[in-house]
């Protein structure tokens, strides 16, 4: 079985002048599970002890969203932009249902991805929103922490990722220290492949492509921009597939209060909490939670 370390990225011309990077592993005829990862995030950078612990299991989709890491074209604006294209991409490869999984951004595209398509084309059929949020609405918290520095900096690094994903203990730390390790073991030793930068790293291309997801984040914070399709707060009881809402006991990035927000909001979900965690209890409890996400979505 090939691994996160080890799978062969593929590519398919999309729209537009698109083109979309991913990566098929796991074992398994069943149902596929699709990755959207977080903010800046490209899909070499997951964590091979989540992503691999997963794919024992069951087949497992990585992707680039467009103009991020490998993939090709303009980095999407708007949430309701970058689910379209996620759309499109399943239909390229041929997927007419799918299980899928967003961390954070990616929790913001899995929403709108599974509320905006059509059911006779795609089929969601589970939905795991991890360490995210619903769009502005009532009830839903923004968070008071100064950490859009963190998040933009030019340059990503483990300090970096200490502010935005850990708690501040000595238990966050270990766990900080041990994911950085595992993220960076996909390289060209092990897939015969360079692995991607974050977006925007180093701001090569003058942080426009950071610039552009940030757009995305901050005009899900929107009322009016979330509107009808480009939003998910007025529409999660359309959600009728089992949902799993995982999150960090204290969230810095996406208050763990809108984890209960969803949950209560969508009509069969499950809500997961886990203690001394914050933005990234994924990471932090990869083989507890991939161990739950297998047997949840075996239900």
Not at 21 to 42: C, D, E, K, M, N
Not at 59 to 85: H, K, M
Not at 174 to 189: F, Q, V
Request: without cysteine; glycine residues 12%; negative net charge.
């Amino acid at each position: 079985m090939s691994t996160h370390q080890t799978a062969k990225t593929r590519y398919i011309d999309g729209s537009n002048g698109s083109k979309f990077a991913y990566r098929r592993l796991g074992t398994g005829s069943g149902t596929p599970l699709l990755f959207l990862i977080h903010f800046r995030g490209v899909m070499d950078r997951w964590d091979p002890l989540l992503i691999n612990s997963i794919a024992e299991h069951r087949p497992v989709i990585l992707v680039d969203y467009v103009g991020v890491g490998l993939s090709v074209g303009e980095v999407a604006t708007t949430i309701r932009q970058s689910a379209a294209q996620m759309i499109e991409f399943l239909q390229l490869i041929g997927e007419p249902e799918v299980d899928v999984l967003g961390f954070s951004i990616g929790g913001l595209v899995a929403q709108v991805l599974a509320l905006n398509a059509d059911p006779a084309i795609l089929k969601v059929r589970k939905l795991i929103l991890t360490g995210t949020s619903p769009s502005y609405g009532p009830g839903v918290e923004t968070t008071t922490n100064d950490i859009v520095a963190w998040a933009g900096s030019p340059s990503l690094g483990l300090e970096n990722f200490q502010v935005l994903f850990f708690p501040k203990t000595a238990g966050g730390t270990k766990a900080s220290e041990a994911w950085w390790d595992r993220i960076h073991e996909r390289g060209p030793a092990t897939s015969g492949e360079e692995a991607a930068d974050y977006l925007s790293q180093g701001h090569a291309d003058g942080g426009k492509g950071v610039t552009a997801q940030m757009g995305q984040a901050i005009g899900f914070t929107n009322a009016e921009a979330t509107e009808g399709l480009g939003g998910s707060i007025g529409r999660l009881h359309e959600l009728n597939m089992p949902v799993l809402v995982a999150q960090g006991h204290d969230d810095w990035m996406l208050p763990t209060v809108n984890s209960f927000l969803i949950q209560q909001k969508v009509p069969n979900g499950t809500l997961l909490i886990y203690p001394d965690s914050g933005h990234g209890f994924l990471f932090q409890f990869a083989r507890q939670f991939s161990k739950f996400v297998v047997d949840w979505l075996s239900e």
